[in-house]
């Protein structure tokens, strides 16, 4: 009796060693190429390595000083934070209705549509770019259309303006939207919404009292998913906007590849690691665990 | 084996293809294009090939569109060498791969402002020029060149200006200097929304201090605050700050009508260019290149041999085969980016086409770039930055 208790515990223990075996390869993948090179990016950031590359034990603050101290810097992160947020904005306004739509609406047919909506993000992100200049171009064959049609004068300068970038980033980010959305309206009671009518809430009502507040994970979920990627986007502002759409992720890219100083372009990196970092905490602390489960 | 005759064939239909294919141009006449056939075919013969017992790997990183590739196919067969031959579009690729030391390239092409900056890095092997007898065809102007004293790891490839690439069927009077673009009253007002400035900081701060009268490679204070203000007050007229790409497909479009531009990538829209055809009849007439007056930045691209290069004679050998003054000029002809060797072996209408060779003339107004240190890099992306966020 006590002899097969004991073995019954091992294997018990056992299968917990052996669970927590198969934690190391993703761990260590992640260590290597994740938080070692992100660590070496630290050291960079306070001077911790030298020109020939040696590490030093002389930490500074001297890049963070620096770049802190640049006003023109500032204006290029409220610029890109201006950008993200219409972004955002205008991704919430097209992709909500959607998103709803499909969940309550839609009887049949509900995976086809998401996925016919998923379907043009399976191609790559830069090609989807490069086909959205073609339409945006002054000599596009939508303003060959438009002109000939007689519907415009002259044809739409789009290319190379603000309009272009947020344009452009709407379109490629609205899906960062619309999936989150939709997972969460699609798990919503929806005896909660019978129960409001039955009760005589107006359509309205119902939507800002129950609807609305119950897919305020989905909103968040969505809201980083744009936001992130968004706030540093660096090939957007490249490849469509003209000389006033400098965003951080130029600036960082420009430091480290273009000046390659990397002390200054690490410095500039953490600094905007640790402002994203802060909206992901806030997010956690305001959702609790239930908001990282979209 | 592919025989002489065979690449020459490869060659010469190069050009009968285009005659088949209608791009019309001054060659359109069939006796033209008998004269030009066999005048490649008489260049041909004069290609000197020395084989060598070589390694049999050897892996090239060039920039895009830079050479022909018939020729360096032709090169790999008769050597039995095989090349792995990769493009990179900035130099910011090229630099992120060879400051590793470890990239695995055996021969690459660098710009003139960065050979130093790797040598001082250890990441470059020395060039043995007894193994590269025709360094000798190099004019003397591009020999031992400031960057690197006694070619000790790096031998000229091509070389160019950063000036004005303009339409000129739109743009009148015709564009002469930088104070065309840095002055509202000429055409900086006139085609406001249509001029576009370089996206490297280097060429923009540096045509703004050529203009201003000051060094363009100058990292003081006052000199680069002037320029950033002169810069900032231009911004509102630009269409943008366009990279090759950009500017090259705005410009052929009729989008943008002046650009700061690489002389080569302007004879790229000006001549039809490919890396396998030789092609030297004007696509677009439209287009014409200004060394600005005032002067402009020159630059030369280099060959050099990374560390870690497995092959080293092989990419001596290949070295000493684009310098034989007929590659060179097949080079030329191909590209339309100048190969100092071959310049005397090149049709006389390219020769004189000053989007390709400077004119000697205007040698004496170039400036070069130098290399920077990380902080004057720094100090001047800095600047930049404030450039941007105005």
């Known amino acids: ?294 | 084996m592919v025989s002489r005759r065979d690449v020459l064939k490869i060659m010469v239909s190069g050009v009968l293809g285009l005659a088949i294919g209608g791009v019309g141009g001054y060659f359109s006449r069939q006796s033209e294009i008998d004269s030009l056939r066999k005048e490649i075919e008489d260049l041909s013969k004069q290609i000197e090939l020395q084989t060598f017992k070589l390694e049999p790997n050897l892996n090239i990183y060039n920039w895009t569109y830079y050479i022909n590739r018939n020729l360096v196919d032709w090169w790999a067969k008769e050597n039995g060498v095989s090349i792995v031959y990769d493009t990179f579009e900035s130099l910011d690729e090229v630099v992120a791969k060879l400051q590793t030391g470890t990239s695995g390239y055996d021969l690459a092409v660098v710009s003139d402002s960065v050979v130093q900056e790797l040598a001082n890095m250890g990441v470059l092997e020395p060039i043995d020029l007894k193994k590269i007898p025709n360094f000798k065809h190099i004019p003397e102007k591009f020999k031992n060149p400031y960057y690197d004293p006694g070619n000790k790891y790096s031998v000229i490839y091509s070389y160019g200006t950063t000036g004005l690439g303009w339409n000129n069927q739109e743009v009148a009077p015709e564009v002469t200097a930088w104070a065309d673009v840095f002055e509202v009253d000429r055409h900086l007002g006139k085609y406001k929304g249509k001029i576009t400035m370089h996206t490297d900081s280097i060429e923009t701060f540096g045509a703004a201090l050529i203009y201003l009268g000051r060094d363009p490679t100058s990292t003081k204070d006052e000199d680069l605050r002037e320029a950033v203000e002169l810069l900032k007050k231009q911004k509102p007229y630009l269409a943008g700050y366009a990279s090759t790409e950009e500017y090259m497909a705005g410009l052929e479009a009729g989008r943008f009508l002046i650009s700061h531009a690489y002389n080569g990538d302007i004879a790229g829209i000006i001549y039809a260019s490919d890396e396998r055809e030789i092609i030297i009849t004007k696509k677009l007439e439209y287009i014409s290149y200004t060394v600005p007056e005032e002067g402009a930045l020159a630059w030369a691209d280099n060959f050099v041999i990374p560390k870690g290069a497995k092959n080293i004679e092989a990419a001596h050998a290949f070295i000493n085969f684009i310098l034989d003054p007929v590659v060179s000029a097949i080079c030329t002809m191909t590209v339309k980016y100048p190969f100092p060797a071959g310049k005397d072996y090149v049709p006389e209408e390219l020769r004189k086409d000053p989007v390709i060779f400077t004119p000697e003339e205007l040698l004496d107004k170039l400036y070069w770039t130098r290399p920077f240190t990380p902080e004057e890099r720094a100090k001047r992306a800095e600047y930049w930055l404030e450039l941007m966020a105005a």
């Open chain 1, 1 to 294: 009796m006590g002899f097969s208790d004991t073995l019954l515990k091992h294997i018990r223990r056992n299968v917990t060693v052996k669970v927590s075996l198969l934690l190391i390869p993703p761990l260590l993948f992640l260590a290597i190429w994740f938080y070692a090179p992100f660590f070496i990016v630290g050291l960079y950031s306070f001077d911790m390595i030298n020109i020939q590359r040696e590490i030093v034990f002389k930490p500074s603050l001297i890049h963070y000083l620096r770049v802190l101290s640049w006003t023109g810097a500032m204006k290029i992160f409220l610029r890109s934070l201006y950008f993200a947020g219409v972004t955002v904005i205008l991704c919430l306004l097209i992709g909500y209705p959607v998103a709803y739509y499909i969940s309550f609406k839609m009887k049949k047919y509900k995976d086809l549509f998401i996925i016919l909506f998923i379907i043009p993000f399976w191609v790559s992100f830069l090609l989807r770019t490069y086909a959205m200049m073609s339409i945006l171009d002054e000599r596009s064959f939508l303003n060959v259309l438009l002109t000939s049609l007689k519907l415009i004068d002259s044809p739409i300068r789009i290319m190379y303006t603000d309009t272009a970038v947020i344009l452009v980033m709407v379109y490629d980010y609205l899906v960062m939207m619309v999936l989150p959305l939709y997972a969460n309206l699609e798990k919503l009671d929806k005896t909660l919404l019978e129960a409001a009518y039955t009760l005589g809430a107006s359509p309205v009502k119902t939507f800002l009292k129950i609807t609305l507040p119950l897919s305020m994970p989905g909103i968040m979920a969505g809201f980083l998913l744009v936001f992130i990627p968004a706030v540093g986007e660096f090939v957007i502002p490249e490849l469509v906007g003209g000389p006033n759409n400098y965003m951080v992720g130029n600036l960082i890219y420009e430091f480290f590849m273009g000046a390659r100083h990397w002390w200054i372009g690490s410095a500039l990196s953490m600094l905007f690691i640790v402002f994203i970092l802060s909206l992901v905490i806030t997010y956690v602390r305001k959702m609790g665990e239930r908001g990282l489960a979209f």
